[in-house]
């Protein structure tokens, strides 16, 4: 029985001055719950590192999660989504591009649930 499906976005060659803006990761998000028709509980939580660290953000969502981990100091970003009904998968690749300036984008996409 499937409860949700999961990506996990792995987005490289990152512009580090975006992976410390968080109003452009707060972008990003907003994209996201768009895109996937998300319900946000509440505001997303955002915490800023010391330099030379990056930001981590969640979204507590109505169908799960949305996290955003930034290492500006590697140009990555670890992304997660799970939504706990299924959806199409949006452009990972066009949306960290744009938000994050990545140059490359691997997305591992699991299906969740209960095995007989």
Known sequence: MTTGQEWLVDAS???PERL???PALA???EALVVTLDLKV???PQWHVFPEPGGITGLALLAESHLTLHTFPEHGFAALNVYCCRTRARPDFDAL???HLGATSCRVRELSRGVEA
């Open 41 to 43: 509980m509440g505001q």
């Open 27 to 29: 972008a990003l998000f």
């Open 13 to 15: 060659g990152c512009s």
């Open 96 to 98: 960290v591009a744009h």
């Open 20 to 22: 410390k803006d968080a």
